[in-house]
């Protein structure tokens, strides 16, 4: 059961504050030594919440607006004085006009994250528009073909880190599916004091600058008490020759970051109230520009009723991964009157944004412990088998100390699932003769593996991929489906808690598009971490060709990540419909998370001419990681 | 000499693979899948999408340009030594531009003093191939000294940070320097950091006192401390010996082969 259970109930009255985060002391430090006032000012206690509109007509403002989050003043890029950015609270079946004026000193634009909608509505300056010119008011026109929890953000420089970022929910025209009988949106992001421009700067001279969590001589030692120092040795072999870190978990982190709930510290407390016996929706929304969350609420199990927006069969966990730019609604029933932390660690545990679900203002709860710092493995780097292998010598030679070796052992067991069809894929040998795989085939005509159920194609890296820019290539990548994700692996075993995975997720509505894919497109995420180079199968986006789609085709695009990172990829203006190994019921995504050295699969019908963006999330990944999607 | 040929043609072969990275890079990778006999049509006829851009170049693919300063080492030495090593690159991901100097004093007086500039260029995921001139400014008498340059550097296997150079004078001249530096982290601030630089030279030369074959060897040990990682105040031992012809000529001259001296310096960059 949850490690918390008995310890969230401990209701605290609240004091007013805390410390920032542990990591801001470390810069003040730093501040300090350069003659720089450590603190020039105390930081505002709260800052103030988004307003609600609703309606079908909207004039936003684009503006700067002073803040102060961490003790220091600075200027944030805001929509109508708020960061976030309006909640915006519209109706299926609407068309709503939306006037955006810009008062910036540079281009603004604002993208309708995972709404469907013309091509030059979406937002993408240079794709859709020509993006909003300072002191230009672009106006926006769309019916709300869809509802649920979706977000909008700036699509031009690196506005969003800046605070360019708000909500929107949608209500059903229908009756909701989902009961439930008060809701509030829970928007997660990461600010900076450093500016958006400076931090990608930084990543360009020395990618590991914000990894705070190197390996030291002391984790050496230790690893060598434990192991000897031949299976050390062979252990850090790998690593040492690929010049990776295992402990590469995020580009940036709590060293610069303070995580934002509504756009409030985790000292502010963002509050939400409920009665006795409500039900609650909390729309989780993550607005980061660089930081995957893991949501939990101790002392409360979670119904996920909505992924990205779409009614989902619900299903009850104790934590999930939020990628960037994804969205999950969830029901919570707390029976008692008591206080509640919703608790958002970021995936390298440097840092969480929190919150409080109470029955009465005064009271909050006891805010945990972040989880154990997770540690790369052999899976991750897509060398799937000997992860295994290796897991059983490190489990007989030391049982239970890595946590890392224990996810390799983990897996190996996953694959054994039946329907794994990526899986059978993953083991073909690189070089391997696409005409020998036929046998992997389920009946289709074509070759192509069943919609559904995933590729069945082999991995091929191309010499594109051998380049400067590109420091790995999975050659065997396990399929990320059923991967709670790094750091998540164990936490059944560890913890009892239920985590969700891409796996569990059966949207609620049958399959509209019941086609076989046509074709399939494998993409391979590439990058270079020692020199901050990002891209798709080893070509930036300025390089790249567009991607052609063909009007009404439905297609199978396959994600390989040739990457230690797991990355949110963003198609816009058509759903990703995630291959669960359950044809029936496919759950659709605008943001699909591609675990570390895996592949996963969904399949597209490219139903809406145009130029779309299609890329990974994490701000500083954009300007390499990006493709243009033409349906024509 | 044998070893300065089979570097120069390391070095040539890594730059032609360079070169045809480059090549096949342009071309658009869309992955058919085997089933399909046909190949997807050419898509030569333009397609008419919605909106044309007037910027094309407006979505976030800018590549920014970059200036990096290092000064690796600011260090006084004992004995009334100083000594500054750096580095500035301007560029992108793949080219750049490096300025690399290493200036070192002895009991106040400047005893070498060098400039690199550099056209670098990426050829693999930790290996820059870089192009250029060296000049070693006039000092104490001897004669300035203008080299070309071809180095190999980057990030070797194990973590090793590695700068091979060969440099080839005017007059058919050779030298050849290999430095090669660690970093033992105690914690995610105290970093030690051990390096070695070795030169080798290719002829006699008593005007700037360098022998042929191995010539010197530079060794240091560097503990600092990371206020931040741009920030860095530092103390160690530094090292150097002389060897062959070079500490022949320094012999004569009256000179030292070797000294260990006590060091304090400041690491940053920006």
Redesign the interface.
């Known amino acids: 059961m949850n490690k918390y259970l008995d310890s969230s109930p401990l209701v605290t009255p609240i004091s007013r504050r805390r410390f920032v985060t542990g990591i801001m002391s470390g810069?003040a430090?730093?501040a300090a030594?350069?003659g720089l006032p450590a603190s020039a000012e105390a930081p505002q206690a709260s800052n103030p919440l988004p307003s609600e509109l609703r309606g079908n007509q909207f004039d936003l403002h684009v503006n700067y607006l002073p803040v102060n989050f961490t003790g220091r003043a600075r200027t944030a890029v805001a929509v109508n004085g708020t960061v976030p950015a309006p909640v915006l609270r519209w109706r299926e079946g609407d068309t709503v006009t939306i006037n955006v004026t810009n008062h910036l000193a540079h281009?603004t634009s604002i993208h309708w994250h995972g709404l469907i909608l013309?091509?030059?509505m979406d937002g993408?300056?240079?794709?859709?528009?020509?993006?909003i010119r300072p002191g230009d008011t672009f106006t926006y026109q769309f019916p709300l073909k869809q509802s649920g929890t979706y977000w909008y953000h700036s699509?031009s420089?690196f506005q969003e880190q800046r605070g360019h970022y708000g909500a929107i929910v949608i209500d059903p025209a229908e009756p909701d599916p989902v009961a439930y009988d008060r809701d509030y949106v829970v928007l997660l992001t990461d600010w900076s004091d450093q500016s958006p421009q400076d931090i990608?700067?930084t990543l360009?001279?020395?990618g590991h600058?914000y990894n705070?969590?190197?390996?030291?001589?002391?984790d050496l030692w230790e690893e060598i008490r434990q192991k000897g120092v031949s299976q050390t040795w062979r252990d850090r072999k790998m690593w040492?020759?690929?010049?990776m870190s295992d402990r590469d978990i995020a580009d940036v982190t709590g060293y610069t970051y303070t995580y934002l709930m509504n756009g409030q510290t985790p000292d502010a407390n963002w509050t939400a109230l409920f009665k006795r016996g409500e039900k609650i929706r909390l729309r989780f929304i993550n607005g980061a520009a660089m930081s995957i969350f893991d949501i939990r609420i101790p002392g409360l199990k979670m119904t996920v009723v909505a992924s990205d927006g779409q009614n989902i069969e619900p299903v009850t966990v104790d934590e999930f991964r939020i990628g960037v730019a994804e969205t999950y609604d969830v029901i919570v029933e707390p029976e008692n009157d008591t206080a509640y932390t919703l608790f958002a660690q970021t995936i390298d545990r440097s840092g969480y944004a929190r919150g409080t679900l109470t029955s009465d203002p005064r009271l909050q709860a006891k805010v945990p412990a972040m989880d154990y710092a997770p540690v790369l493995t052999h899976r991750d780097m897509g060398h799937h088998d000997m992860g295994m292998h290796h897991s059983a010598h490190a489990m007989s030679d030391m049982p239970g100390m890595d946590h890392g070796m224990d996810h390799g052992m983990d897996h190996g067991a996953h694959s054994m699932e039946a329907m794994d069809h990526s899986q059978h894929a993953g083991h073909q040998m690189p070089g391997t003769k696409?005409?020998n795989?036929v046998g992997n085939n389920i009946g289709?005509t074509?070759?192509?593996g069943l919609a559904g159920y995933g590729s069945n194609?082999?991995v091929?890296h191309?010499?594109?991929e051998?380049?400067?820019?590109?420091?790995m290539r999975a050659f065997m990548p396990a399929n990320g489906l059923h991967d709670p994700g790094v750091g998540l692996r164990d936490h059944q075993q560890r913890y009892g808690r239920k985590v969700l995975t891409y796996g569990d997720i059966r949207n609620l509505t049958p399959t509209l598009d019941r086609r076989q894919p046509e074709?399939?497109?494998?993409?391979h995420l590439t990058g270079?971490m020692?020199?901050y180079?990002w891209s798709v199968?080893?070509?930036?986006?300025?390089?790249?060709?567009p991607?052609?789609f063909k009007y009404g085709e439905r297609l199978r695009v396959t994600l390989v990540n040739d990457t230690m990172m797991t990355h949110p990829i963003h198609l816009h203006g058509m759903w990703s419909e995630l291959e669960t190994s359950d044809p029936e019921y496919i759950p659709r995504k605008h943001t699909v998370l591609v675990q570390p050295g895996s592949t996963i699969s969904y399949l597209v019908t490219a139903d809406a001419?145009?130029?779309w963006?299609y890329h990974c999330h994490l701000l500083y990944h954009?300007?390499g990681m990006?493709r243009?999607v033409?349906v024509? | 000499m044998k070893k300065f040929t089979q570097t120069v043609s390391v070095i040539c072969a890594a730059f032609a693979t360079s070169v045809s990275y480059a090549n096949t890079q342009i071309h658009e990778h869309q992955h058919e899948h085997h089933g399909h006999s046909e190949p997807e049509p050419a898509h030569t006829v333009e397609p008419a999408p919605a909106y044309q851009p007037h910027h094309p170049e407006h979505v976030m693919n800018h590549e920014v340009l970059l200036t990096k300063v290092t000064i690796d080492q600011l260090e006084a030495r004992q004995h009334e030594g100083s000594a500054l090593e750096g580095s500035l690159w301007f560029g992108g991901d793949l080219n750049k531009l490096w300025l690399k100097t290493e200036v070192e004093r002895e009991e106040g007086e400047t005893a070498d003093a060098e400039l690199q500039a550099l056209y670098s260029r990426a050829v693999a995921p930790y290996w820059d191939l870089q192009l250029g001139v060296r000049h070693d400014f006039k000092l104490q008498g001897g004669d300035s000294k203008t080299w070309g340059a071809i180095s190999l550097h980057g990030l070797a296997p194990y973590f090793f940070e590695v700068d091979t150079a060969l440099f080839i004078g005017d007059h058919g001249d050779t030298a050849l320097r290999l430095e090669a530096e660690y970093e033992i982290l105690f914690t995610q601030k105290w970093i030690l950091s051990p390096e070695v630089e070795v030169n080798f030279y290719g002829q006699n030369d008593p005007t700037t006192r360098t022998g042929s074959g191995l010539s010197d060897i530079e060794a240091g040990l560097r503990l600092r401390y990371e206020f931040t990682p741009k920030f860095a105040p530092y103390f160690g031992v530094n090292y150097e010996k002389n060897f062959g012809n070079t500490a022949d000529f320094l012999r004569d001259a009256g000179e030292h082969i070797d000294e260990t001296t006590w060091v304090i310096g400041l690491h940053a960059w920006f």
């Not at chain 1, 040492?240 to 010049?243: A, F, L, S, V």
């Not at chain 1, 074709?519 to 993409?523: G, M, P, S, T, V």
């Open positions: 810069l430090g730093g030594l350069a281009d013309p091509s030059n993408v300056p240079g794709l859709s528009f020509d993006g699509h420089d990608y700067a360009k001279k020395e600058y705070r969590r190197r390996r030291t001589v002391g040492n020759e690929m010049r696409a005409g795989n289709t074509t070759g192509l194609a082999p091929e191309l010499p594109s051998y380049g400067p820019g590109v420091d074709r399939e497109i494998q993409l270079n020692e020199r180079m199968n080893g070509i930036k986006f300025s390089d790249a060709e991607l052609i001419y145009g130029r963006a954009m300007p990006f243009e033409r024509v």
